[in-house]
């Protein structure tokens, strides 16, 4: 999961820094970048959480 969100970030960054040379640019640029934001907050809530183990003295009483 974590190569499909840097993937999106690049992708997001990518329409984020395009040339701005008319209008239709701007649309597409802003429609692209808002439908892989969507995408990326889709993937991060999705993403199952690892319950953390610590690493802890076990006692053998």
Known sequence: MLLIDALLILAM???LLLPVTDRRTVHMRLCMFFVLLAAFSVSITRTPIVPL???GIVSTH
Do not use: C, E, G, P
């Open 53 to 55: 183990q610590l690493a």
């Open 13 to 15: 960054l990518f329409f």
